[in-house]
């Protein structure tokens, strides 16, 4: 029970949360940072429910907790199979799915919210869960470039709202930020945007600029295949917010390529393609 518990007290300021307990999280949006976050918080024995639109979804988002936990349990639980297979029913166990948000936050101390990387997408969601939840419930955003003032504006509860922001793929990487103003993708963005403009201006082509930054730099991943993971949907969102935010930063001005390949439904490795192919 303590992992949420810790991150909230040492990211929220607000004396409304320093005494909190954490044990029913909602996580709404399914998708693969959500369904990591489910996993992660159900693991460390906290009752989740996780929320999306669809049922399809919900069970997909399920089954990839269950191959990530195989994963895990391949490693925690080398010589005792017996004793994953029941950590991963346990952790199971813990997971509940629902597409009804208002019943879902019900009893809930935590929401965590992994949907789409869209302002005002995350400003409608938060601003009718601030209807329908229990009055102690905190209010947590996974957003990767968005101000969490500016999400936490549509509710009536800034005291108890703050930013979770996990890294991708949650199981694996260690780091929970939740600090005003993220140190990860202030200097990792520039980096991935550079990539693009380089191949963009015929200086390389993908495969040697990812192989560069992997031999070296030693990244486990190139800036390619980690845009690819990441999903370029939410990349272009991210690219596309801060344009408007900030319209004369030629940092962000528009890549056509990515462009293209988010119109054409090449989203990365969750579609099956974007910059590479993977099937
Ligand atoms: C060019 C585009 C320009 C656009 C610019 C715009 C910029 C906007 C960007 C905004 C970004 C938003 C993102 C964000 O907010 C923050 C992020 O999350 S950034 C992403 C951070 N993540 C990384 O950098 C990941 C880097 N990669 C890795 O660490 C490894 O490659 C990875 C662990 C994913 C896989 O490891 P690898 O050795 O490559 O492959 P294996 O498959 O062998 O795995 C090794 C080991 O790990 C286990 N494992 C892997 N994944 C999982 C999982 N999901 N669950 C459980 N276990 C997992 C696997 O089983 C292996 O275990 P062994 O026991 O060693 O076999
Ligand atoms: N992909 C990444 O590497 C990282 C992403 N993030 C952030 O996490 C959030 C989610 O990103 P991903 O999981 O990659 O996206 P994703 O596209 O894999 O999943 C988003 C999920 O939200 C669902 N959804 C959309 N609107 C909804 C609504 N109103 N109610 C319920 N469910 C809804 C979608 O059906 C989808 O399943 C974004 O804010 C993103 O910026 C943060 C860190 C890393």
Redesign the pocket.
């Known amino acids: 029970m303590a992992f949420f518990a810790h991150q909230i007290r040492r990211g929220f300021s607000s004396s409304a949360v320093r005494n909190v307990v954490i044990k029913q999280v909602t996580i ?7 369904a990591g976050i489910a996993q992660v918080a159900a693991s460390t024995g906290h009752s989740v429910t996780l ?4 049922d399809d ?1 919900l069970k997909k ?1 399920i089954k990839t907790i269950e191959g990530s936990l195989k994963r895990v349990v391949k490693k925690k639980f080398a010589d005792k199979p017996e004793a994953g297979e029941e950590f991963i029913q346990k952790v199971l166990k813990n997971v509940s799915t629902s597409t009804d ?1 208002g019943s879902a936050v019900q009893g809930s101390d935590l929401v965590l919210e ?4 869209n302002l005002k ?2 400003q ?2 938060f601003s009718r869960l601030d209807k329908l939840a229990p009055a102690h419930t905190i209010f947590a ?5 968005l101000p969490i003032s500016d999400i936490s504006s549509a509710t009536n509860r800034l005291d108890r709202f703050g930013g979770l ?4 793929p949650v199981p694996m990487m260690k780091l929970v930020e939740d600090t005003p103003g993220f140190i990860v993708n202030r200097l990792f963005v520039p980096y991935l945007y550079e990539a693009i403009r380089l191949y963009e201006r015929g200086h390389g082509s993908k495969e040697d600029i990812d192989i560069a930054m992997k031999l070296g730099v030693g990244y486990p991943m190139g800036p390619f295949e980690l845009s690819d ?3 370029l ?2 990349i272009k ?2 690219m596309d917010g801060w344009r408007e935010m900030d319209p004369d930063n030629t940092l962000f001005a528009p890549s056509e390529l990515m462009d293209k390949l988010v119109a054409e439904g090449k989203l990365g490795k ?1 579609t099956g393609e974007g910059f590479y192919k993977y099937k």
């Open positions: 709404i949006g399914g998708g693969q940072m959500g929320v999306d639109t669809s979804i988002s948000v992994a949907i789409v990387e997408i995350k409608d969601l955003s996974n957003t990767s470039s922001h996990f890294f991708n993971y990441i999903g949907d939410t969102f991210i969750k």
